[in-house]
Nanobody, 119 residues
Framework: QVQLVQSGGGLVQAGESLRLSCEAS????????MGWFRQAPGKQRELVAI???????TLGESVSGRFTTSRDNAKSTVYLQMNSLKPEDTAVYYC?????????????WGQGTQVTVSS
């Protein structure tokens, strides 16, 4: 069992920056990936950024060059630094955790946090 607690989010103006964090607790040992997805009203959930604990990172095309993700493995925490925010970045952002075996894989989601970017 893994629990994810998110913090950050809020209302900002276009061009400003925001930082999200997510801390995992519970059975966080072994190989895992942590990151972020987002979902806007009427839109499908999309990948923002994922980073494994061996250093491999995947970024969504819509945020590449503006967003960065980082991990503190000792704290089981992942961060999302969002720069040059645009109104189209408005969405609910969900922390993501996937634990790999042995024997089975498990996926966990944070509670979600609203990010709203005004023009």
């Amino acid at each position: 069992q893994v629990q994810l607690v998110q913090s950050g989010g809020g209302l900002v103006q276009a061009g400003e920056s925001l930082r999200l964090s997510c801390e995992a607790s519970g059975s966080t040992f072994g190989i895992n990936a942590m990151g972020w997805f987002r979902q806007a009203p009427g839109k499908q959930r999309e990948l923002v950024a994922i980073q494994s604990n061996n250093g491999q990172t995947t970024l969504g095309e819509s945020v590449s060059g503006r967003f960065t993700t980082s991990r503190d493995n000792a704290k089981s925490t992942v961060y999302l630094q969002m720069n040059s925010l645009k109104p189209e970045d408005t969405a609910v952002y969900y922390c993501y955790y996937r634990r790999y075996g042995p024997g089975s894989d498990s996926t966990y989601w944070g509670q979600g946090t609203q990010v709203t970017v005004s023009s």
